[in-house]
């Protein structure tokens, strides 16, 4: 029990020596520890929703899962090391994007709301745009905004009617790291539900847009998802509900999030509901499988860091490639061609992938069928030594590859020659 002073204050006591103060120091170690990595006077880069959805597309990749939890800005370390990224938002597109977002959020939301509520057709009462609230989420800090975001909901919960929150702030552990993530908006019915609000510049032609396009967006939202859901177990059965209830309200992220994009060619927005169950269970499963982010950090050789030693106008690096190579590749990278779409890093370890002959370099699927062959090398050499006439060996992937490469020796013994091709 606390002891207490006589005017009935707190009185703090020490702590035994053990595990409580180890338990309070390992965060702000890890902070310190993060920051080395960073660099002392580089400004910790956020990870957004993109970012985490792709690193729970590949949960194996050591490297991106380190330089992510520590802020570090993969696209100046990229440029850094020569490989720049080959991807990128041009300043028009960011400019357009702004000003169709504003356009969808005037007058209090009240196009997105009479959106939302048409593609639900589920009977309830149309949202007025005089009494849906629109509650402020200004706060100080990423911390204070997550604090006066998850407040907001409470009190938007309990009050059972709609309300709009343009740009919350929630956050999500990412292997032990702490990601703060800002969804474009999020609707709270009243039955106590939240609809998660995606709005992006790319169009709907005739009700369809590009699948990779709406895809990526699914699993963006699949993650403001996963963080609002940790928000409403918080939260769990708010029990000041609106007046004439007995029960409270429970909070429950829906797994139909809004897709709000431009009508065919125009700048009109048009909406559709967007089903994420099964991008919410594959990055639940995938964000659990990422190692810690201290362990990776331990294992690392003393001294690493991935400084970039920017000079004063924080523009151009000074620390030799040399350098930087080696403390990049101090960690385990697991590349795949997809990674060109997502990851700043991609032609670095693409690079690396080919240097070294990994059979990585051709594909996830490829990798899964070659089991313990790990480069093209060993799997030409496996395919080869069979002969005309292979005989089993008791490994799949050999016996496949050797079955492969004689059946192709036989077609082109069947073949005709280049003089006779012409011929016919």
């Known amino acids: 029990m606390a002891a207490t002073a006589s005017d009935g204050k707190p009185v703090p006591v020490p702590a035994a020596p053990g595990a409580p103060v180890r338990a309070a120091a390992a965060p702000t170690a890890l902070r310190h520890r993060l920051a080395e990595l960073r660099g002392p006077s580089a400004v910790p880069h956020p990870m957004d929703a993109r970012a985490l959805a792709a690193l729970a597309a590949n949960p194996g990749c050591r490297r991106r899962a380190l330089l992510d939890g520590a802020g570090v800005d993969k696209g100046a370390l990229a440029r850094a090391l020569g490989t720049p990224a080959p991807f990128g938002q041009s300043q028009f597109a960011h400019q357009r994007g702004n000003t169709f977002e504003a356009r969808v959020k005037a007058d209090r939301g009240a196009l997105l709301m009479r959106l939302l509520h048409e593609r639900l057709a589920d009977g309830s009462a149309a949202p007025d745009p005089d009494t849906t609230a629109t509650p402020d989420l200004t706060a100080a800090g990423l911390q204070g905004r997550t604090a006066r975001t998850a407040l907001a909901l409470r009190e938007a919960t309990a009050a059972g009617r709609w309300a709009l929150l343009d740009h919350p702030m929630v956050s999500l552990d990412v292997a032990g790291s702490p990601a703060f993530l800002e969804p474009d908006a999020v609707v709270v019915h009243p039955d106590g539900s939240w609809t998660v609000i995606e709005i992006k510049s790319f169009p709907m032609v005739d009700g369809a847009a590009d699948p990779a396009k709406v895809g990526a967006a699914a699993r963006q939202s699949a993650v403001y998802a996963l963080a609002l859901e940790r928000v409403a177990a918080h939260l769990g059965e708010v029990t000041e509900g609106p007046e004439g209830k007995e029960d409270g309200v429970p909070a429950r992220v829906r797994h139909e999030v809004l897709l709000v994009c431009p009508k065919d060619f125009s700048n009109l927005p048009t909406a559709e509901l967007v089903d994420v169950r099964k991008q919410l269970a594959v990055t639940r499963r995938q964000l659990g499988r990422l190692t810690r982010i201290e362990e990776i950090a331990a294992a690392l050789p003393e001294g690493t860091t991935f400084d970039l030693r920017l000079t004063e106008d924080g523009r151009t690096p000074t620390r030799p490639v040399e350098e930087l190579t080696a403390a990049v590749e101090a960690v385990d990278a697991a590349y795949a061609p997809e990674c060109l779409s997502t990851c700043e890093l991609a032609l670095h370890c693409r690079a690396r992938a080919r240097a070294t002959g990994a059979v990585e370099s051709l594909g996830r699927g490829v990798r899964g069928e070659l089991g313990g062959l790990t480069t093209v090398e060993a799997v030409l050499t496996a395919a080869l030594?069979?002969?005309?006439?292979?005989?089993?060996?008791?490994?799949?992937?050999?016996?496949?590859?050797?079955?492969?490469?004689?059946?192709r020796a036989e077609a082109l013994a069947l073949a005709p020659g280049p003089a006779e091709a012409v011929c016919r």
Not at 385 to 392: H, V
Not at 398 to 404: F, H, K, N, Q, S
């Open 385 to 407: 030594e069979g002969g005309d006439d292979p005989a089993p060996t008791g490994d799949p992937a050999v016996d496949t590859l050797r079955r492969a490469a004689a059946l």
